[in-house]
C-alpha cells in the first residue's frame, strides 16, 4: 500500500492494482511441512526439530509476550470470538452460518500452544483487488473515495535475524513503524474508529494492537474482551468483516477492502459514521505494514 | 527403534559452507558457534560478517551446552507425515528456544527431552543432549535440551 502510493504521489504511476489471489489446492498449502529430505541453511536449525509451519514458527513469540506480561488465554479467544460473530453478518465469509461461542474455542483442539483450531487463519483459495488512483482522479469515479492518510512498511532493529535470535523477539514488528504512521496520517489511536488487524495469529493481534497503542501490555486482559472489539458498539470494532480467520484469508487483502468498505459506509458489520480506518498487515514476519484510510472529512 | 526425539522422515540437516564448523562440532559432542574476533560479539545464527562491527574475522567457538528456557511450544498437529504417528501416539511434543548465557545469550532452539506434556516454565536451566544420527546418511548430529 506504501509503494503503490508513493508512486502515484511521485507521478511513477496513474493507477495501481495491488492484489492477492490463492490457489493452495492445486500448488501447495502454507500450513504444510516441508516435503523433502535433506534441508541446509537457517531451516536446518529448526525444520529437524520439528518447526516448520507458521504457526510452529510464531508460537514461541507469544507464548513469551503472554509470559511477559501476564496475558491469559482468553485475551486471544477475544480475538477470535470477534472475527467469527462478525462473520455471522458477511454471507461472503467461509464462516458464515458458523457461529463460534467460547464452549467451542475452549474445547476445540490445539494446533501448537497457545493457538488452538480457531486461533490460526483459514485455509481457502479466493482473490482480493484494490485499485489506487490520485485523490484528483478519485473524485471521478462512481465509488465513494477513500484516502490512503498514511502508509508505512518496514521493521525493527535486527527483525530478520536468523533461527529465533531478533533481539526484541516477542514482538509484532511494529514498534518503529507505529510512530511514523501515526505521524504521517496525523492522527492518534484514539482517533480510529474501526481496525483490521491481521490475523495469521490471534498473538500477532495481540501484540500488533499493544504496538500501535491502543492499549498497554499490563492492560491487556481487561483490553482483549469480546464486547470491546465488536461492531457497532465496541470500542475498538475489529475484523469486521470476520477477517483471516472467519471471512476469507487473502494473506491480508481482504482486510483492506473491508477498511474500504467502512469508510464507504458498505459493511456488513458497519461502524457508524466511520471516518478514520485502519489495517495492520503480516504481524511477526519481517518486514511489516499498516495502513490508515480516512473519509473526504478527514483531509 | 531409536531414541530420538522426533521420528525419523523430516528433512535431514546438511551443512554449508557457513555453518559447516557447527554441524562437524555436534558430530563430536562439542557445540560450537559464531564468536567475532574484533569485538566479541556472539551470534546465532551463522553469517557471514559480525552484526554487530561487520568484521568478517568469525570464528566457531566452543561454548559449554548450559542454558535458560527463553520460550518454547507444545505442538500438537502435525504438518508432515513423519509426525503423525508419534503425534497420535504422544499427543504432542516440546519445542524450547534456549538463551546461553555463557555465549552472549545467543538462542539455540531444540526439543525439550522427556514427557512432551510436562510443564516448561521461561527460565528454568537446562543442558544440552547430543543426539546422534548414525543411522542417516550422511550421518549428523542434533543438540537437544534436558532439564537440569
Known amino acids: 500500500m506504501a509503494n503503490a502510493a508513493a508512486a502515484i504521489h511521485a507521478g511513477i504511476a496513474d493507477t495501481v492494482v495491488v492484489f492477492r489471489a490463492l490457489a493452495q489446492g492445486q500448488f501447495g498449502r502454507f ?32 507464548v513469551r509476550f503472554m509470559h511477559d506480561h501476564g496475558v491469559a488465554q482468553a485475551a486471544l479467544r477475544a480475538i477470535s470470538l470477534a472475527s467469527y460473530h462478525h462473520a455471522q453478518a458477511n454471507p461472503r465469509a467461509v464462516m458464515y452460518g458458523r457461529p463460534l461461542d467460547e464452549q467451542s474455542y475452549d474445547d476445540s483442539r490445539w494446533i501448537v500452544e497457545p493457538f488452538h483450531l480457531y486461533d490460526c487463519c483459514l485455509e481457502n483459495d479466493g482473490a482480493a483487488a484494490m485499485i489506487l488512483v490520485s485523490a ?33 523477539y516477542a514482538s509484532s514488528s511494529f514498534k518503529t513503524l507505529a510512530p511514523r504512521l501515526y505521524d504521517m496520517a496525523h492522527v492518534q489511536p484514539k482517533d480510529i474508529d474501526v481496525l483490521q488487524s491481521y490475523e495469521n495469529f490471534t498473538g500477532g493481534v495481540l501484540m500488533s494492537i499493544v504496538e500501535h497503542g491502543f492499549c ?50 458498505e459493511s456488513t458489520s458497519q461502524v457508524k459514521g466511520a471516518d478514520v480506518s485502519m489495517v495492520i498487515s503480516g504481524p511477526m514476519v519481517t518486514p511489516v505494514s499498516s495502513c490508515i484510510f480516512g473519509s473526504e472529512a478527514t483531509l | 527403534m531409536n531414541n530420538y526425539y522426533l521420528n525419523p522422515g523430516l528433512p535431514q540437516p546438511v551443512a554449508t559452507p557457513l555453518d559447516e564448523p557447527y554441524w562437524t562440532g555436534l558430530r563430536n559432542n562439542q557445540l560450537l558457534v ?17 552484526h554487530q562491527c561487520h568484521s568478517s574475522d568469525l570464528i566457531f567457538t566452543a561454548t559449554p551446552t548450559q542454558g535458560i528456557v527463553y520460550s518454547y511450544e507444545r505442538v500438537w498437529h502435525p504438518v ?46 537446562v543442558e544440552g543432549v547430543y543426539e546422534h544420527h548414525e543411522d542417516a546418511e550422511p550421518a549428523y548430529s542434533l543438540l537437544q535440551w534436558q532439564l537440569k
Open chain 2, 34 to 50: 559464531q564468536r567475532c574476533e574484533q569485538c566479541n560479539t556472539w551470534q546465532w545464527g551463522p553469517e557471514w560478517i559480525c
Open chain 1, 31 to 62: 500450513g504444510q511441512g516441508l516435503r523433502r529430505n535433506t534441508i541446509a541453511g537457517d531451516f536446518a536449525h529448526t525444520i529437524p526439530y520439528g518447526v516448520m509451519s507458521p504457526a510452529q514458527m510464531f508460537a514461541m513469540k507469544v
Open chain 2, 80 to 125: 508432515h507425515p513423519a509426525l503423525l504417528d508419534q503425534l497420535k501416539n504422544n499427543g504432542a511434543y516440546l519445542v524450547v528456544l534456549v538463551e546461553l548465557p555463557q555465549a552472549g545469550s545467543i538462542r539455540m532452539l531444540g526439543n525439550l527431552l522427556g514427557d512432551p506434556h510436562q510443564q516448561v516454565d521461561i527460565g528454568a536451566r
Open chain 1, 216 to 265: 498497554e501490555p499490563e492492560a491487556c486482559n481487561e483490553f482483549f474482551v469480546k464486547e470491546n472489539f465488536i461492531s457497532p458498539t465496541g470500542d475498538l470494532p475489529l475484523n469486521t468483516s470476520g477477517g483471516n480467520l472467519a471471512e476469507c484469508y487473502m494473506h491480508g487483502l481482504g482486510l483492506n477492502l473491508e477498511a474500504v468498505r467502512q469508510i464507504r459506509g
Open chain 1, 136 to 168: 484528483q482522479r478519485a473524485k471521478d469515479m462512481p465509488n465513494k473515495p477513500c484516502y490512503v492518510l498514511g502508509a508505512v512498511a518496514g521493521s525493527q532493529y535486527r527483525a530478520g535475524a536468523s533461527v529465533h535470535n531478533t533481539p526484541d
